[in-house]
């Protein structure tokens, strides 16, 4: 959630956030009244219990011809106690309730307004250029018998597909590419979970506005994940991390995901660029928050170093305030060209969430002064299913085939293109 003693301090900050978003401004004004009946509450349940203490050492010490008046007394004040802490509770799950549907404040350089909003902050490489009429991925895919989507929606449906021979290689390949170079930057791989409780879904954030995106076994209480973003943020989650200065905890998390994509009927129905189901690598870094803005520099460097190897035309955005998830206080994407379709598309993102879902999932670094506070955290893709849209369009020849990076050739034995079958 957002940081209370911001909200009590400076809720103009927050307002200015909510109005970058797009987003309900008045709802700042309800949390500080939520949070100041939560406050007061509190101090009179505390002043109450210091009261019953008190006469309970009176009655302690009373003469026992006056004790079972004052044990009167003392019950009536014991009610009164029991009274203020149902409102204590009360107020704080009002409160809670209240300023948990508060998104993350946004950082001052965000770009206001939605998702035409975005600045681009630098376009890299050179837009392919064609003396023949260049495929679409999904006939090239068809054509080079590596992508096979008309089985896919036999066995599971729209938005589904077979990834085969050489395109379930190349999907790999990627995947391993990425996993070395995050390896090599100090990132610890992990084989996370699909399957999360729904305080780890709720703790990072997707279970506000993107909770119809998500797929929930309802007889288990479980949610899959549409990156493993989730599980990695739940995995220090109720822990206190050291972190020294200049220390950070950084995961590479390889998983399955899964995503509705509700909403999006009639939208890239065709291919493999929005589906149900695909591999993704994400990046995860816990570190202290004066140090969250130069790692993030750091994750959108590593993504592009990959799509530069990979020979692709590029630009990296910055994402506008009313176009950011609920966890996140700025986000980069990084869009690659399609050629067939004339226009850059969403490979990556990387986000900064501050201590947003750090504070949800209770988790906390040791002051100098001993005192815990909250960490920063920031995720970012380093290889998913959907660059090899961008890889097949870019790389095909006149004669049907497609040229491997240089980059991928080592994990797929050497082959140096993929031919038509």
């Not at 972190?243 to 291919?271: F, I, Q, V």
């Not at 949800?360 to 670094?365: E, W």
Request: with cysteine; aromatic share 6%; glycine share 8%.
């Amino acid at each position: 959630m957002i940081d209370p003693q911001l909200l009590r301090d400076n809720p103009d900050v927050i307002k200015a956030s909510q109005e970058a978003r797009g987003a309900s401004v008045d709802v700042v004004d309800d949390a500080v009244a939520a949070d100041a009946a939560r406050r007061s509450a509190i101090t009179s349940f505390e002043s109450l219990r210091a009261e019953q203490n008190a006469f309970g050492k009176t009655v302690a010490k009373a003469p026992k011809d006056e004790k079972a008046a004052l044990v009167q007394q003392a019950q009536a004040l014991a009610a009164k106690v029991k009274e203020a802490q149902a409102t204590v509770t009360e107020a704080e799950d009002a409160f809670d309730q209240v300023v948990r549907s508060i998104p993350n404040v946004v950082l001052p350089d965000v770009p206001k307004g939605g998702e035409d909003d975005f600045v681009t902050l630098r376009t890299v490489g050179t837009k392919p250029e064609f003396d023949f009429e260049p495929k679409d991925h999904a006939d090239l895919g068809e054509h080079l018998g590596i992508i096979d989507i008309p089985r896919g929606v036999k066995v599971s449906g729209s938005r589904f597909y077979f990834l085969r021979g050489l395109g379930a290689r190349l999907e790999i390949a990627l995947m391993s590419l990425g996993l070395d170079r995050a390896v090599a930057a100090g990132f610890e791989p992990l084989i996370t979970p699909t399957l999360v409780r729904p305080e780890t879904m709720a703790g990072t954030g997707f279970l506000g506005e993107h909770a119809a995106e998500v797929y929930r076994l309802e007889a288990d209480d479980l949610y899959l994940t549409g990156t493993s973003e989730v599980a990695l943020a739940g995995f220090h989650a109720d822990e206190i991390l050291p972190l020294a200065e200049g220390e950070a905890h950084r995961y590479a998390g390889w998983s399955t995901c899964y995503r509705r994509e509700a909403g999006s009927a009639g939208k890239d129905n065709r291919g493999i660029l929005r589906v149900h189901q695909f591999n993704k690598l994400e990046m995860f870094s816990y570190v202290h928050p004066d140090e969250a803005e130069a790692e993030h520099e750091k994750l959108v460097g590593y993504q592009e170093s990959m799509l530069q190897d990979l020979g692709l035309h590029y630009r990296v955005i910055d994402v506008a305030g009313g176009d950011l998830g609920t966890s996140a206080a700025r986000k980069f994407d990084i869009e690659a060209w399609v050629p067939t379709q004339g226009t850059f598309r969403e490979l990556t993102s990387t986000s900064n969430c501050t201590t947003f879902q750090a504070r949800r999932l209770d988790i906390r670094y040791r002051t100098e002064s001993g005192k815990t506070a909250p960490v920063a955290t920031l995720n970012g893709t380093l290889a998913t299913t959907r660059w090899i849209v961008a890889i097949l369009e870019t790389h095909q020849q006149a004669d049907g085939s497609v040229v491997v990076p240089e980059v991928l050739r080592p994990y797929l034995g050497g082959v140096e293109a993929i031919e038509p079958r």
